[in-house]
């Protein structure tokens, strides 16, 4: 254990802290002492190195003059899907097997898109197959961490109106819970709504704008910028209506972006030679299941195409070294393969699945593996009780 985690800090990369990360915290929050009023802000993508980029941005934001900043890590891997349900169910890693964008259905089923599983389009190795009614209760657990913040808060969630209606949405959140908004200036006016109607005393706020920025234009832009400091300026503005009525606000996301600087193509590698199924995760964290037999072909193969780009790791050494925040169940376990794919600075390794959304090969920034940009995240509380 001890060797491959002195492997990955020689490498530049970073361990997830499992007792102090955004986990650890946000399952904090639902512990309440009588009379707290809460608002969890749940900011897609706004990474540690957006913040130190962007210094006066951010510095100048009265979110930040009046703010507790801390640093902490997210969990890994560092995708968003992996972090919603960290978030909403309350589970490291290990125990949800949600590892990233898409993943294995079942043991020997197709590959499915995670954030997409109500949408009749699954990735399998089947080419260009169809497959529906897969049930969002089948590949993600219960949302135990929501449902105790139901059990002890008046709770409602303020959710982009795109969002709203999707199963994956109904099932985290349930109906009845949702307000919708349709910019994140509406957002924070419905933030503000809820806030002086007293009628709810926990307010989970989600916006994913500065990851799409990120995403399309990269965290080096002007497009970035401009969305960095339209959000630390509207929740700065928020700050005297959450002081007024007594809320305690938390601040925190699910990950950094690592820029594009290096590209792998695997459809053109020849990998699938040497795979039981097509590659899962996400292009800066991939999954794979090598057949019976071929690992040492594979590993040679991954020598000879990836060494210096990318690190090649056993799944399960990763398991016992805490990478995933505990051991994984047996009826997990073929969610995480039998080694893992960690490309180096900058480096995407890209998989477009047939009949698949090639957009990702696009991205000029993603995240998903352990580098400092992609796992360092801030934790933001401003304390409108005191």
Not at 10 to 37: F, H, Q
Not at 206 to 214: T, V
Not at 351 to 374: I, T
């Amino acid at each position: 254990m001890a060797s491959i985690i002195s492997e990955l800090l020689d490498k530049g990369l970073i361990m997830p802290d499992n007792g102090k990360g955004t986990l650890s915290i946000v399952k904090g929050l639902a512990e309440r002492r009588k009379g707290e009023k809460k608002i969890f802000m749940f900011l897609d993508g706004l990474g540690m190195n957006a913040i130190e980029r962007y210094k006066g941005v951010c510095d100048s934001s009265e979110l930040l003059k009046r703010s507790e900043l801390t640093r902490t890590t997210t969990q890994f891997p560092s995708t968003t899907p992996n972090i919603l349900a960290n978030f909403n169910c309350g589970l490291p890693t290990a125990e949800h097997g949600i590892v990233g964008g898409t993943l294995p259905a079942s043991e020997s089923g197709p590959i499915i898109g995670s954030l997409r599983i109500a949408l009749p389009t699954i990735l399998g190795f089947a080419g260009k197959e169809r497959i529906g009614g897969i049930d969002v209760g089948s590949v993600y657990p219960r949302p135990m961490l929501i449902d105790s913040l139901k059990e002890r808060y008046a709770f409602a969630t303020v959710t982009h109106d795109y969002l709203v209606g999707t199963d994956l949405n109904l099932f985290f959140f349930g109906s009845g819970t949702a307000v919708p908004y349709a910019s994140f200036g509406d957002g924070m006016a419905k933030v503000a709504d809820a806030v002086k109607g007293g009628s709810k005393d926990f307010i989970y706020f989600y916006y994913d704008g500065l990851d799409k920025e990120e995403h399309h234009h990269a965290i080096g832009s002007p497009e970035f910028s401009s969305e960095l400091k339209k959000v630390m300026d509207g929740i700065g503005r928020l700050l005297p209506v959450i002081e007024e009525h007594g809320y305690e606000l938390v601040i925190t996301t699910d990950h950094g972006h690592m820029s594009r600087k290096d590209s792998v193509d695997l459809n053109a590698s020849g990998i699938m030679d040497h795979l039981d199924t097509q590659p899962w995760g996400e292009p800066r964290c991939v999954f794979v299941k090598v057949k019976d037999g071929s690992e040492k072909r594979f590993e040679d193969f991954f020598a000879s195409r990836l060494a210096g780009r990318a690190l090649l790791v056993e799944s399960e050494e990763l398991i016992r070294a805490g990478a995933f925040g505990g051991p994984v169940s047996g009826k997990l376990r073929y969610r995480f393969g039998t080694h893992v794919m960690l490309p180096l600075d900058g480096v995407m390794l890209d998989y477009v699945y047939p009949d698949g959304d090639p957009g990702k090969a696009k991205h000029l920034s993603h995240h998903g593996g352990m580098s400092p940009d992609e796992m360092s995240v801030p934790v933001i509380r401003y304390n409108g009780q005191a």
